[in-house]
């Protein structure tokens, strides 16, 4: 099978291994929804008539969100135990080591958004909006900044409609009343950082491109 058939088949594992005792189901239940809508995406944009699905290294950045957005949904963000992860395989406690008072694997992934979807994104955006050497880049990067702040409205309103305790767990703010914001801005800043190491490559490989073709023509 192709390489991108078996990225899907492990997100879809990884989905059904994740239903099993999920913290709290109605919340991996919602968390989901995005994922299930990505995935309809881009198996619709890999089977659509006469269209070029993307590489396989884009596939395999989106797969590797994916697979932490699932362990986020799995055990709710704010209670990944990541330090207790980290104890058992270093010895070592994330949270101490950095002095940390509160679970910061939401603001990992929301910086990890950023920096993961943007090359596939740019790629879509220069395919079918931009296709400027430069452009595709701000418009992905802008497209990211988009999405962050329509899923923390989504969040906010889903939230609305649930109870106190629901809701805080649904969002994971701990306490943060800049919760939304700082996440936002990480997922800008992820992009930002993300979109200079792909216009960077692509000089590169511009510059290697470039010496071939004098290579091959003496």
């Given amino acids: 099978m192709p390489y991108r058939v078996w990225l899907l088949l492990l997100t879809l594992a990884a989905i059904a291994a994740s239903a099993i005792a999920p913290y709290d189901r109605r919340d991996w239940t919602l968390e989901h929804i995005p994922t299930a ?32 957005h699932i362990v986020g949904a799995h055990f709710l963000y704010s209670r990944v135990p990541y330090d207790a992860w980290g104890d058992a395989l270093l010895g070592v406690r994330p949270s101490e080591w950095l002095g940390a008072t509160r679970n910061h694997y939401d603001r990992a992934v929301h910086f990890l958004f950023g920096v993961l979807a943007l090359p596939p994104l740019s790629e879509l955006v220069r395919r079918h909006v931009a296709p400027g050497r430069g452009w595709n880049l701000v418009v992905a990067v802008a497209a990211i900044g988009l999405c962050s702040k329509v899923y923390e409205l989504a969040e ?14 649904y969002n994971g703010q ?5 919760d939304a914001q700082k996440d936002m801005g990480l997922a800008f800043l992820g992009s930002l950082l993300s ?18 073709r004098r290579l091959q023509g003496r």
């Fill in 37 to 68: 809508l990505g995935l309809l995406f881009l198996v619709w944009y890999e089977l659509r008539p006469g269209g070029r699905p993307l590489g396989n290294g884009h596939c395999t950045l989106t797969f590797a969100f994916f697979l932490l």
């Fill in 156 to 169: 906010w309103l889903i939230a609305v409609a649930l109870s106190p305790e629901q809701a805080e767990a």
């Fill in 174 to 178: 701990q306490g943060d009343m800049f």
């Fill in 195 to 212: 979109s200079a190491a792909v216009a960077t490559w692509r000089h590169w490989q511009r510059v290697r491109a470039e010496r071939l």
